[in-house]
């Protein structure tokens, strides 16, 4: 166990839908990750908080949006879902801000399926 | 072109061998490079990381950075078949991103 926990674990869904995924960061961790990884494009930065501030995106669609919490736990709001949409989503988490080696421990994944 | 090329593999190695990991970067300004281990339905799990150019070694494992080439490299001394996994290299630079390779993906034959 990382520490870092994501739920669902698993989501079926069918195109038009919305779904939120959540994840809770290790304790002490202030900023929180999120990664796509789709078997043709691998791992994918979609965007970053630090302690309740957007810090970093990267390619993340405008269907997409993100935030995090006073209690550091983070939300991946995935809207007008297509199939294409359907990848693994990573949360990770680190203690560091933007300096540093800022090591990622990552959760399990939630694993998305548009139907 | 992407930020960190990797080439995906697969790479099928027999017991014991010494393996041989690359990637290449096209930022300069990265300045912290990472390996992480990715098993099967598993989130990946940092291995090493350096900072600039150089080596540095954990038990079977060595990463070495060359910035006048913007190679990056993983070797693993007496692969073992627990070692079978994908492997994802990343860079970063000051900010907070974390740039991925699309990892190469390692079988280790009994």
């Known amino acids: 166990d990382s520490g870092v926990t994501q739920t669902p674990k698993h989501l079926i869904t069918a195109t038009g839908q919305r779904v939120t995924l959540r994840c809770s960061p290790r304790s002490g961790d202030l900023s929180v990750y999120w990664y796509q990884q789709s078997l043709d494009q691998g791992l994918q930065f979609l965007i970053q908080y630090y302690n309740g501030e957007e810090r970093a995106k990267g390619n993340i669609l405008e269907r997409f949006s993100a935030q995090q919490f006073p209690d550091l736990h983070s939300e991946l709001n995935l809207s007008s879902l297509e199939l294409g949409d359907s990848a693994l989503y990573f949360c990770?988490?680190?203690?560091?801000?933007?300096?540093?080696?800022?090591?990622?421990?990552f959760g399990a994944g939630s694993r998305l399926t548009v139907l | 072109q992407k930020e960190v090329e990797q080439d995906p593999g697969p790479l099928s190695v027999p017991e014991g061998a010494i393996v041989s990991l690359n990637c290449t970067y096209s930022?300069?300004?990265?300045?912290?490079f990472m390996w992480y281990r990715q098993y099967s339905r598993k989130g990946p799990e940092l291995l090493m990381y350096t900072y600039s150019s150089g080596n540095k070694e954990d038990g079977r494992f060595t990463a070495q950075v060359d910035k006048s080439s913007k190679y990056i490299s993983l070797f693993i001394r007496d692969s073992q078949p627990s070692d079978s996994a994908t492997y994802l290299c990343?860079?970063?630079?000051?900010?907070?991103?974390?740039?991925f390779g699309s990892g190469t993906r390692l079988l280790v034959r009994p």
């Open positions: 990343a860079s970063k630079d000051s900010s907070y991103k974390l740039i």
């Open positions: 990770a988490s680190s203690v560091a801000g933007p300096s540093g080696a800022n090591v990622l421990t």
């Open positions: 930022n300069s300004a990265f300045q912290y």
